[in-house]
């Protein structure tokens, strides 16, 4: 079975400041990852998605991801964090014919002015 | 246009009732899911159907009934409502299971 880990549950950083937030996955079989975001009120939308292809993923927003094989990792940055960019956000694992998608517990990303 | 969206968006009722949440998705996906995400944002997936059928029935009380009267559209029935049902519900679906899934918008439902 398929199960994900997110460091830290809330993450603080300030405007312009680097975002990273951790994803550790585990998988017998090659993985498919994903990454969400939540905003407040809001439903989930997909930010970006590894399925076997290139190993750095860029998605939505600025932000992107790299699939490290070898460190079972899926870590989400941006560069420069916006006030925008304050949410909840999700990591999921899947593989090759799964019925469901496994999710992490969320990390609440805080911006500080 | 919504590609995943849900009725209503919030849901007041009393313990005791008897309650329903419509989803319909437009995206031509084959699988639907619901979810209930409890007050400290945990996702937890309540079902599943593929082509109409059930393939994942997690651990949920039975009050607790899905319907699938077509591929576009999955709705959840609670009876008997309790305080612990209080939370957000979300419809989601997929082209195929275990894929990538499109959320709607939710329903938090309150029960008092």
């Known amino acids: 079975a398929q199960s994900v880990t997110q460091l830290g549950s809330h993450v603080s950083v300030s405007e312009g400041a680097l975002v990273l937030l951790r994803c550790n996955y585990s998988s017998s079989v090659p993985p498919y990852l994903f990454w969400y975001v939540q905003y407040p009120n809001q439903g989930l939308q997909l930010l970006l998605k590894?399925?076997?292809?290139?190993?750095l993923v860029k998605g939505i927003n600025g932000f992107e991801a790299e699939f490290k094989k070898s460190e079972t990792s899926f870590h989400l940055t941006k560069p420069s964090a916006h006030m925008s960019d304050a949410a909840e956000y999700f990591c999921a694992v899947s593989v090759q014919g799964a019925q469901k998608l496994v999710f992490g517990q969320g990390t609440r990303l805080t911006i500080n002015p | 246009d919504t590609a995943v969206s849900q009725t209503p968006k919030y849901l007041v009722t009393q313990m005791g009732n008897d309650k329903s949440i419509k989803c319909e998705q437009n995206l031509g996906h084959d699988t639907m899911y619901w979810y209930k995400q409890d007050s400290k944002k945990f996702l937890k997936i309540m079902f599943s159907y593929n082509n109409k059928e059930l393939i994942i029935n997690e651990t949920v009380p039975n009050r607790f009934s899905p319907k699938s009267p077509d591929k576009a559209h999955l709705n959840l029935h609670i009876n008997s409502l309790e305080l612990g049902d209080s939370a957000v519900y979300f419809c989601a679906s997929s082209q195929d299971p275990g894929y990538e899934q499109y959320f709607g918008p939710g329903t938090r439902l309150t029960v008092t």
């Open positions: 590894y399925t076997s292809a290139a190993t």
